[in-house]
């Protein structure tokens, strides 16, 4: 099965730093990823739909000014949470579908372990 | 009314019983339906998908679709404590996945 790479497993910063998160394909070529985040005890939420080349998409009520992503190549796509704060504290997660579409099975990355103190 | 609905558990059930997990959805439209495992701290790993109305077996793994009543399940035959772990269901919306809440699941030996 297709195999996603991300990382760091946990990062730990302060408050209004930015934090970048990276996800790779390793053995695939990914012209479309997703990130999402989980919040403790809380569903998966959509954040957004990176497009290998494009901008990215994102879904209503997610600052795409706050959360900035790249896709610059097939095999990387990068979130970069900006001027953090403890709200920003969460579990992000990127995930992949060899289909290209999000209601198809998703092969997951390990998950970003994001603590803004 | 959301729009995926699980119940949070947590699901108690002894080694080498049956668990059931039960899901219920929304929007009538909805085609795909899938189920993922997901351990604390972890990400999740898709266990099943199913697109029909019916039975799905994989294994010690069922789902179960019922599209008139609109609710998805996924039963798990001799479950183990290995099997313990927060159960979500996912249903495809539009072109796009909705997740539940997700039920943990509790496996005690």
């Known amino acids: 099965g297709a195999v996603v790479s991300q990382h760091p497993s946990w990062v730990i910063c302060k408050s209004g730093t930015s934090v970048k998160i990276e996800c790779r394909s390793l053995?695939?070529?990914?012209?479309?990823m997703f990130w999402y985040r989980q919040f403790p005890k809380q569903s998966l939420m959509l954040m957004a739909t990176?497009?290998?080349?494009?901008?990215?998409?994102?879904e209503q009520g997610v600052e795409k000014d706050k959360f900035l992503i790249n896709h610059a190549s097939l095999t990387l796509s990068t979130l970069t949470v900006t001027s953090a704060h403890p709200e920003d504290s969460s579990f992000y997660i990127c995930?992949?579908?060899?289909?290209?579409?999000?209601?198809?099975?998703?092969?997951f990355g390990n998950g970003t372990r994001l603590t803004v103190t | 009314q959301k729009e995926v609905e699980q119940n949070s558990g947590p699901l108690s059930v002894p080694e080498g019983a049956i668990a059931s997990l039960n899901c219920t959805y929304s929007d009538r439209g909805s085609q795909s339906f899938f189920w993922y495992r997901q351990y604390s701290g972890k990400s999740p790993e898709l266990i099943m998908f199913i697109y029909s109305n019916g039975d799905k077996e994989d294994g010690r793994f069922t789902a179960q679709l019922n599209k008139a009543s609109q609710y998805v399940s996924l039963l798990i035959r001799d479950s183990q404590p290995s099997d313990s772990a927060t159960y979500l269901c996912?249903?495809?919306?539009?072109?796009?996945?909705?997740f539940g809440q997700g039920t943990e699941l509790s496996v005690k030996p």
């Open positions: 990176s497009n290998e080349g494009s901008k990215a998409t994102y």
């Open positions: 995930s992949y579908s060899p289909t290209g579409r999000h209601n198809s099975p998703l092969h």
């Open positions: 996912a249903v495809d919306q539009g072109g796009k996945l909705i």
């Open positions: 053995d695939f070529q990914a012209t479309t």
